[in-house]
Protein backbone atom coordinates (compact mmCIF):
# COMPACT_ATOMS: atom_id res chain seq x y z
CA UNK A 1 0.00 0.00 0.00
CA UNK A 2 1.31 3.56 -0.66
CA UNK A 3 1.93 5.63 2.29
CA UNK A 4 -0.30 8.40 0.31
CA UNK A 5 -3.15 5.82 0.08
CA UNK A 6 -5.96 6.10 3.03
CA UNK A 7 -6.23 3.34 5.26
CA UNK A 8 -9.63 2.81 5.29
CA UNK A 9 -11.19 -0.28 7.20
CA UNK A 10 -14.79 -1.72 8.13
CA UNK A 11 -16.55 -4.78 8.92
CA UNK A 12 -19.46 -7.33 8.12
CA UNK A 13 -23.29 -6.65 8.28
CA UNK A 14 -25.63 -8.74 7.77
CA UNK A 15 -25.94 -9.55 3.50
CA UNK A 16 -23.48 -6.81 3.31
CA UNK A 17 -20.10 -4.64 4.05
CA UNK A 18 -19.63 -1.36 6.13
CA UNK A 19 -16.09 0.47 5.20
CA UNK A 20 -15.14 3.56 7.50
CA UNK A 21 -12.82 6.35 6.18
CA UNK A 22 -11.44 9.57 7.84
CA UNK A 23 -15.10 11.53 8.01
CA UNK A 24 -17.99 9.08 6.52
CA UNK A 25 -18.87 5.77 6.14
CA UNK A 26 -20.94 3.84 3.62
CA UNK A 27 -22.89 0.44 3.76
CA UNK A 28 -24.24 -1.81 1.17
CA UNK A 29 -26.18 -4.49 1.81
CA UNK A 30 -27.95 -7.12 -0.91
CA UNK A 31 -31.67 -6.64 -0.30
CA UNK A 32 -34.62 -8.80 -0.82
CA UNK A 33 -34.87 -8.18 -4.38
CA UNK A 34 -31.51 -9.00 -4.93
CA UNK A 35 -30.48 -5.06 -5.86
CA UNK A 36 -27.57 -3.50 -3.97
CA UNK A 37 -28.44 -0.60 -1.20
CA UNK A 38 -25.92 1.81 -0.34
CA UNK A 39 -26.22 4.36 2.70
CA UNK A 40 -24.14 6.98 3.47
CA UNK A 41 -22.93 8.65 6.99
CA UNK A 42 -21.15 11.38 8.08
CA UNK A 43 -18.68 10.20 10.61
CA UNK A 44 -18.30 12.61 13.49
CA UNK A 45 -14.90 11.16 15.56
CA UNK A 46 -14.36 12.14 18.84
CA UNK A 47 -10.53 11.85 17.70
CA UNK A 48 -11.92 14.85 15.07
CA UNK A 49 -13.10 17.32 17.26
CA UNK A 50 -10.38 17.00 20.38
CA UNK A 51 -7.46 16.99 19.08
CA UNK A 52 -5.72 15.23 22.67
CA UNK A 53 -7.60 12.44 21.73
CA UNK A 54 -5.04 11.49 18.71
CA UNK A 55 -2.18 11.48 21.13
CA UNK A 56 -0.58 7.23 21.24
CA UNK A 57 -2.29 4.96 23.07
CA UNK A 58 -5.62 7.48 23.93
CA UNK A 59 -6.43 7.01 20.13
CA UNK A 60 -6.78 3.29 19.98
CA UNK A 61 -9.49 3.25 23.18
CA UNK A 62 -11.11 6.02 21.09
CA UNK A 63 -11.26 3.90 18.30
CA UNK A 64 -12.48 0.70 20.15
CA UNK A 65 -15.51 2.42 21.59
CA UNK A 66 -16.27 4.04 18.64
CA UNK A 67 -16.00 1.08 16.43
CA UNK A 68 -18.64 -0.74 19.48
CA UNK A 69 -21.44 1.91 18.66
CA UNK A 70 -21.02 2.40 15.21
CA UNK A 71 -20.93 -1.29 14.73
CA UNK A 72 -24.27 -2.02 16.19
CA UNK A 73 -26.00 0.39 14.30
CA UNK A 74 -24.79 -0.31 11.23
CA UNK A 75 -25.30 -4.31 12.13
CA UNK A 76 -29.35 -3.02 12.98
CA UNK A 77 -29.63 -0.63 9.78
CA UNK A 78 -28.77 -3.66 7.95
CA UNK A 79 -30.80 -6.27 9.23
CA UNK A 80 -33.80 -3.91 8.28
CA UNK A 81 -32.25 -3.15 5.45
CA UNK A 82 -31.67 -6.93 4.21
CA UNK A 83 -34.99 -7.71 5.54
CA UNK A 84 -37.25 -5.28 3.87
CA UNK A 85 -37.71 -3.34 7.23
CA UNK A 86 -38.31 0.01 8.50
CA UNK A 87 -37.63 -0.11 12.42
CA UNK A 88 -34.28 1.57 14.15
CA UNK A 89 -32.60 0.55 16.45
CA UNK A 90 -33.45 3.15 19.67
CA UNK A 91 -30.32 4.50 21.36
CA UNK A 92 -30.93 2.88 24.55
CA UNK A 93 -31.24 -0.26 22.82
CA UNK A 94 -27.52 0.51 21.47
CA UNK A 95 -26.03 1.16 25.00
CA UNK A 96 -27.83 -2.19 26.08
CA UNK A 97 -26.61 -4.02 23.67
CA UNK A 98 -23.20 -2.61 23.20
CA UNK A 99 -23.11 -3.27 26.95
CA UNK A 100 -23.99 -6.97 26.51
CA UNK A 101 -21.37 -7.42 24.37
CA UNK A 102 -18.58 -5.97 27.08
CA UNK A 103 -20.54 -7.69 29.42
CA UNK A 104 -20.10 -11.51 27.69
CA UNK A 105 -16.45 -10.37 26.86
CA UNK A 106 -15.19 -9.80 30.23
CA UNK A 107 -16.83 -12.91 31.87
CA UNK A 108 -15.54 -15.03 28.78
CA UNK A 109 -12.19 -13.60 28.65
CA UNK A 110 -11.29 -12.31 31.97
CA UNK A 111 -13.72 -13.75 34.84
CA UNK A 112 -13.36 -17.13 33.74
CA UNK A 113 -9.93 -17.23 32.81
CA UNK A 114 -9.33 -15.84 36.30
CA UNK A 115 -11.41 -18.45 38.11
CA UNK A 116 -9.32 -21.20 36.38
CA UNK A 117 -6.36 -19.80 37.23
CA UNK A 118 -7.07 -19.54 41.15
CA UNK A 119 -7.82 -23.46 40.63
CA UNK A 120 -4.70 -24.24 38.90
CA UNK A 121 -2.59 -21.52 40.98
CA UNK A 122 -1.24 -23.98 43.10
CA UNK A 123 0.66 -25.85 40.00
CA UNK A 124 3.03 -23.95 39.32
CA UNK A 125 5.87 -22.25 40.99
CA UNK A 126 6.44 -18.77 38.03
CA UNK A 127 4.38 -15.85 37.47
CA UNK A 128 5.30 -16.51 34.03
CA UNK A 129 4.36 -19.64 33.30
CA UNK A 130 1.07 -18.99 35.42
CA UNK A 131 0.08 -15.81 33.62
CA UNK A 132 0.98 -17.52 30.00
CA UNK A 133 -1.27 -20.42 31.08
CA UNK A 134 -4.00 -17.66 31.55
CA UNK A 135 -3.54 -16.11 28.12
CA UNK A 136 -3.72 -19.81 26.46
CA UNK A 137 -7.06 -20.17 28.50
CA UNK A 138 -8.39 -17.11 26.62
CA UNK A 139 -7.19 -18.15 23.23
CA UNK A 140 -8.93 -21.62 24.14
CA UNK A 141 -12.21 -20.06 24.73
CA UNK A 142 -11.81 -16.92 21.77
CA UNK A 143 -10.83 -20.54 19.53
CA UNK A 144 -14.50 -22.23 20.87
CA UNK A 145 -16.32 -19.25 20.75
CA UNK A 146 -15.21 -18.56 17.03
CA UNK A 147 -15.60 -22.47 15.92
CA UNK A 148 -18.90 -22.75 17.62
CA UNK A 149 -20.26 -19.74 15.37
CA UNK A 150 -19.02 -21.38 12.62
CA UNK A 151 -21.41 -24.50 13.28
CA UNK A 152 -24.60 -22.10 11.89
CA UNK A 153 -24.91 -21.38 7.85
CA UNK A 154 -25.97 -17.55 8.93
CA UNK A 155 -22.44 -16.92 10.44
CA UNK A 156 -20.76 -18.71 7.62
CA UNK A 157 -21.92 -16.38 5.31
CA UNK A 158 -20.96 -13.13 7.35
CA UNK A 159 -17.78 -14.44 7.91
CA UNK A 160 -17.64 -14.47 3.56
CA UNK A 161 -18.81 -10.75 3.51
CA UNK A 162 -15.76 -10.24 6.37
CA UNK A 163 -13.58 -12.03 3.66
CA UNK A 164 -15.18 -10.06 0.56
CA UNK A 165 -14.25 -6.51 2.92
CA UNK A 166 -10.69 -7.66 3.15
CA UNK A 167 -10.13 -8.77 -0.38
CA UNK A 168 -11.75 -5.53 -1.36
CA UNK A 169 -9.57 -3.17 0.86
CA UNK A 170 -6.36 -5.13 -0.09
CA UNK A 171 -6.96 -4.60 -4.24
CA UNK A 172 -7.84 -0.80 -3.49
CA UNK A 173 -4.43 -0.32 -1.06
CA UNK A 174 -2.56 -2.21 -4.10
CA UNK A 175 -3.57 0.32 -6.57
CA UNK A 176 -5.29 -2.36 -8.84
CA UNK A 177 -9.09 -1.49 -10.40
CA UNK A 178 -11.96 -2.50 -7.94
CA UNK A 179 -13.51 -4.92 -10.13
CA UNK A 180 -14.72 -8.17 -9.37
CA UNK A 181 -11.86 -9.94 -11.12
CA UNK A 182 -9.31 -7.82 -9.55
CA UNK A 183 -10.60 -8.22 -6.02
CA UNK A 184 -10.73 -12.41 -6.32
CA UNK A 185 -6.88 -12.62 -6.42
CA UNK A 186 -6.35 -11.21 -3.01
CA UNK A 187 -6.26 -13.00 0.31
CA UNK A 188 -9.37 -12.68 2.62
CA UNK A 189 -7.22 -12.10 5.65
CA UNK A 190 -5.94 -8.53 6.44
CA UNK A 191 -3.51 -7.45 8.77
CA UNK A 192 -5.61 -4.42 10.45
CA UNK A 193 -8.80 -6.99 10.90
CA UNK A 194 -10.10 -6.56 14.25
CA UNK A 195 -9.78 -10.58 14.87
CA UNK A 196 -5.87 -9.56 14.80
CA UNK A 197 -6.79 -6.82 17.10
CA UNK A 198 -8.39 -9.67 20.16
CA UNK A 199 -5.49 -11.69 19.70
CA UNK A 200 -3.30 -8.89 20.42
CA UNK A 201 -5.33 -7.59 23.57
CA UNK A 202 -4.73 -11.22 24.72
CA UNK A 203 -0.77 -11.64 24.32
CA UNK A 204 -0.47 -7.78 25.37
CA UNK A 205 -2.10 -8.82 28.81
CA UNK A 206 -0.12 -11.73 29.20
CA UNK A 207 3.28 -9.47 29.27
CA UNK A 208 1.83 -6.33 31.37
CA UNK A 209 -0.02 -8.44 33.64
CA UNK A 210 3.22 -10.56 34.43
CA UNK A 211 5.05 -7.36 34.80
CA UNK A 212 2.74 -5.33 37.15
CA UNK A 213 0.26 -7.97 39.07
CA UNK A 214 2.32 -11.10 39.44
CA UNK A 215 -0.10 -13.50 40.91
CA UNK A 216 -2.86 -12.10 43.17
CA UNK A 217 -6.36 -13.97 44.22
CA UNK A 218 -9.42 -13.89 41.98
CA UNK A 219 -10.80 -10.70 43.02
CA UNK A 220 -7.67 -8.85 42.48
CA UNK A 221 -6.54 -10.65 39.55
CA UNK A 222 -10.06 -9.55 37.78
CA UNK A 223 -9.65 -5.87 38.92
CA UNK A 224 -6.12 -5.71 37.70
CA UNK A 225 -7.17 -7.12 34.10
CA UNK A 226 -10.09 -4.62 33.87
CA UNK A 227 -7.91 -1.54 34.88
CA UNK A 228 -4.87 -2.63 32.49
CA UNK A 229 -7.71 -2.79 29.74
CA UNK A 230 -7.28 0.70 28.00
CA UNK A 231 -3.65 0.41 28.39
CA UNK A 232 -3.28 -2.97 26.46
CA UNK A 233 -6.51 -2.04 23.69
CA UNK A 234 -4.18 1.53 23.27
CA UNK A 235 -1.00 -0.42 22.50
CA UNK A 236 -2.82 -3.34 20.41
CA UNK A 237 -4.11 -0.33 18.29
CA UNK A 238 -0.82 0.87 17.71
CA UNK A 239 0.79 -2.46 16.72
CA UNK A 240 -2.09 -2.85 14.67
CA UNK A 241 -1.36 0.45 12.86
CA UNK A 242 2.05 -0.96 12.19
CA UNK A 243 1.41 -4.17 10.96
CA UNK A 244 -0.89 -2.57 8.19
CA UNK A 245 1.99 -0.42 7.47
CA UNK A 246 3.73 -1.61 3.64
CA UNK A 247 7.10 -2.59 5.17
CA UNK A 248 6.47 -3.30 8.87
CA UNK A 249 9.63 -4.77 10.57
CA UNK A 250 10.31 -8.23 11.39
CA UNK A 251 8.99 -7.99 14.98
CA UNK A 252 5.71 -6.68 13.97
CA UNK A 253 5.36 -9.41 10.90
CA UNK A 254 5.68 -12.16 13.84
CA UNK A 255 3.54 -10.75 16.70
CA UNK A 256 0.51 -10.25 14.26
CA UNK A 257 1.01 -13.79 12.22
CA UNK A 258 -1.33 -15.86 15.11
CA UNK A 259 -3.75 -12.60 14.25
CA UNK A 260 -3.94 -13.89 10.86
CA UNK A 261 -3.71 -17.20 11.57
CA UNK A 262 -7.15 -17.01 13.49
CA UNK A 263 -8.88 -14.97 10.41
CA UNK A 264 -8.61 -18.09 9.04
CA UNK A 265 -11.84 -18.89 11.30
CA UNK A 266 -13.10 -15.39 11.20
CA UNK A 267 -13.21 -15.18 7.28
CA UNK A 268 -14.50 -17.11 4.36
CA UNK A 269 -14.09 -16.39 0.61
CA UNK A 270 -17.31 -14.82 -0.51
CA UNK A 271 -18.66 -15.41 -3.95
CA UNK A 272 -18.78 -12.54 -6.81
CA UNK A 273 -22.30 -11.41 -5.26
CA UNK A 274 -20.82 -10.66 -1.96
CA UNK A 275 -17.68 -9.27 -3.30
CA UNK A 276 -19.97 -6.71 -5.58
CA UNK A 277 -21.34 -6.06 -2.60
CA UNK A 278 -18.40 -4.93 -0.88
CA UNK A 279 -16.87 -2.94 -3.81
CA UNK A 280 -20.06 -0.35 -4.07
CA UNK A 281 -19.49 -0.15 -0.07
CA UNK A 282 -15.76 1.12 -0.37
CA UNK A 283 -17.20 3.00 -4.07
CA UNK A 284 -19.45 4.91 -1.58
CA UNK A 285 -17.04 6.07 1.16
CA UNK A 286 -13.93 7.41 -1.31
CA UNK A 287 -13.31 10.75 -2.05
CA UNK A 288 -15.51 12.01 -5.08
Given at each position: ??????????????????????D?????????????????F????????????????????????????????????????????????????????????????????????A????????????????????G???????????????????????????????????????????????????????????????????????????????????F?????????????????????R???????????????????????????????????????????????
Amino acid sequence: MSEKITPYGGQAVLEGVMMRGPDRMAMAVRGPDGSILMEKFPLRSLRNRYPFLNFPLVRGVVTLFEALFFGVKVLSRSANLALGEEEEIKPWEMVLTVLAGVGLAILLFVVMPAALIRWLDPLFATNFWLNLTEGLIKVGALLAYISALNLFPDTRRFFANHGAEHKTLHTYESGKELTVENVRLFSPRHPRCGTSFIFLVILLSVIFFTIVAGRPGFFMRVGIHLSLLPLVAGCAYELLRLAGKPKPNILIRIMSLPGIFLQFLTTREPNDEQIEVAIAALQGVLKD
